[in-house]
Nanobody
Framework: QVQLVESGGGLVQAGDSLRLSCAAS????????MGWFRQAPGKEREFVAAITRSGDATYYSSSVKGRFTISRDNAKNTVYLQMNALKPEDTAVYYCAARSPYASDYRAMSTYSYWGQGTQVTVSS
């Protein structure tokens, strides 16, 4: 069992930066691959970024690639999402999620077993 708690959301202006954190609890938290998803009002939840359990590989959606960076510190059981050059269309609730490192399709929500409660990011123009 893994519990996930996101933090770091807030209200910023376009062009600003934010860093989200996801604290994982549980003895084997570092054994999981991790992902970030987001859900804007009236839209489906979508994949943002993922990272392998060792951190040796990362993946991004095309809409955030080059602006967002996912990383993890296994000693702290924490995953981060550094978001730069934020745009109004990045406004959403951001969720972190954990999945088995052996599952396929890191972009698919169905492959993630554990989810946090989400943190709101609002970007004003």
């Amino acid at each position: 069992q893994v519990q996930l708690v996101e933090s770091g959301g807030g209200l910023v202006q376009a062009g600003d930066s934010l860093r989200l954190s996801c604290a994982a609890s549980g003895r084997t938290a570092s054994s999981y691959s991790m992902g970030w998803f987001r859900q804007a009002p009236g839209k489906e939840r979508e994949f943002v970024a993922a990272i392998t359990r060792s951190g040796d590989a990362t993946y991004y959606s095309s809409s955030v690639k080059g602006r967002f960076t996912i990383s993890r510190d296994n000693a702290k059981n924490t995953v981060y999402l550094q978001m730069n050059a934020l745009k109004p269309e990045d406004t959403a609730v951001y969720y972190c999620a954990a999945r088995s490192p052996y599952a396929s399709d890191y972009r698919a929500m169905s492959t993630y077993s554990y989810w946090g409660q989400g943190t709101q990011v609002t970007v004003s123009s």
